[in-house]
């Protein structure tokens, strides 16, 4: 055998067996909640134009993205991101919609994690929702149900969604006339939670004194719903007080339905996707370090695609969410049904027969003609981990 030929590249993996009919199940338990919500799906190419991602678009850096060109010289990327594409395809597509587009898809996406990432995958399957022209609360309110519920119907008990607002930062570094490196500096700082080296920029910079530690406090400002009355206490900037009470409003509304439960707030939380203008967050379970879900509002982005329209969405990585759901041993049914036929090699004909009229009552039939060197115990294990209940023999 030629064992380096079987090796996959760093990053990248196969599914099979058990774990790939797993995954299809909770894949399609989360879709159906997408459907419930009465989103639509959408399939957008894997290749997309470099520009699609470029810096302005705010999503993923350059040295991130898997590189390929086209036989005209263009620079094309495998998407490492959901979002822009949506936005384009929505831009392109639905501009003279008239009312709110709702989207949903299952797609993997392909990011080039750098070497401290070990153990990060390159390629995941995402599910995820956009709400399209949709500026309202209710949008942001029906996107975090959504999260909520596809945590739920996973199967997962305990899980967090932390709330934040990134037009609370926003809010403040306007105030303070930063922009640039030093507001992409301070963002990484302040989410990262590096309390010394946000002060070690302060310090250096002739901001409002009680700008400066507004910003020094927000790698501090998280936590339950009080958060946010100190958060509103300890600034008048009307761009921050409306970013808290957006919030506030989002909790109240979690509150009908008791989902209040499932969330915290998180003010210094920000997202290196520079695209989101509102609301964020990021959904945390146990047996992952790193968020299975995470979204938010992205008001500017279609706009840069010349269709502007205020939005907001979410994705959730199937994987992460398949490696936590086995850590935490919650177990995944797998329905049994369907016929595995073993036939005679004297009796394809009547095999083929009842192959056809059971599937045209759909009923699963996997065929196989028999080997006498098979044992009957053998044949049952081949229809368990085809996920088959009945073994008939022809
Ligand atoms: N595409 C974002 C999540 C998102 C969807 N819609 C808005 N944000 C991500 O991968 O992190």
Request: proline letters at 2%; hydrophobic letters at 35%; glycine letters at 6%.
């Amino acid at each position: 055998m030629k064992k380096d030929l079987l090796h996959t590249p760093e990053g990248v993996r196969d599914i099979y067996s058990t774990e790939c009919v797993e995954k299809k199940i909770i894949e399609n338990k989360l879709h159906d909640v997408c459907r419930l919500y009465g989103y639509n799906d959408i399939q957008t190419p894997s290749i997309e134009y470099f520009d699609v991602f470029s810096k302005e678009r705010g999503s993923v850096p350059s040295n991130e993205m898997f590189k390929l060109f086209d036989r005209y010289g263009n620079t094309l990327v495998l998407r490492p991101d959901m979002t822009p594409s949506i936005a384009r395809a929505a831009a392109k597509y639905f501009e003279d919609h008239i009312l709110p587009i709702k989207l949903c898809y299952v797609s993997n996406t392909f990011i080039n994690v750098s070497k401290y990432y070990q153990g990060r995958l390159k390629e995941n399957t995402v599910i995820g929702a956009e709400l399209i022209d949709d500026a309202s609360i209710d949008a942001d309110y029906e996107i975090i149900c959504m999260v909520i519920d596809c945590m739920k119907n996973a199967g997962l008990t305990e899980f967090q969604v932390e709330l934040g607002n990134v037009a609370f930062f926003n809010g403040l570094l306007k105030d303070a006339g930063i922009k640039g490196d030093t507001y992409e500096e301070l963002l990484n700082l302040i989410n990262e939670k590096n309390y010394i080296g946000v002060e070690e920029i302060l310090n250096n910079l002739n901001i409002d004194k009680n700008t400066a530690k507004v910003l020094l406090e927000l790698p501090q400002l998280f936590g339950q719903a009080e958060v946010l009355d100190k958060a509103r206490s300890l600034t008048n900037i009307p761009e921050c007080i409306e970013a808290v009470d957006r919030l506030t409003n989002l909790y109240e509304l979690l509150k009908i339905n008791g989902y209040d439960k499932y969330v915290s707030f998180d003010l210094g939380e920000l997202s290196n996707h520079t695209y989101y203008t509102g609301i964020i967050f990021h959904a945390f379970t146990f047996g992952t370090g790193e968020p299975i879900a995470s979204g938010g509002r992205y008001d500017k982005l279609l706009g840069q695609f010349g269709c502007d329209k205020a939005s907001i969405g979410f994705s959730l990585i199937i994987d992460r969410l398949m490696a936590a759901i086995n850590r935490q041993n919650i177990e995944i049914e797998v329905e049994y049904s369907g016929v595995l036929l073993v036939y005679s090699e004297d009796k394809l004909q009547d095999a083929v027969k009842r192959a056809n009229e059971l599937r045209k009552d759909g009923i699963n039939v996997c065929m196989i003609r028999k080997n006498n060197n098979k044992s009957e115990s053998q044949y049952i294990e081949y229809a368990k981990a085809s996920q088959l209940s009945d073994v008939v023999y022809i």
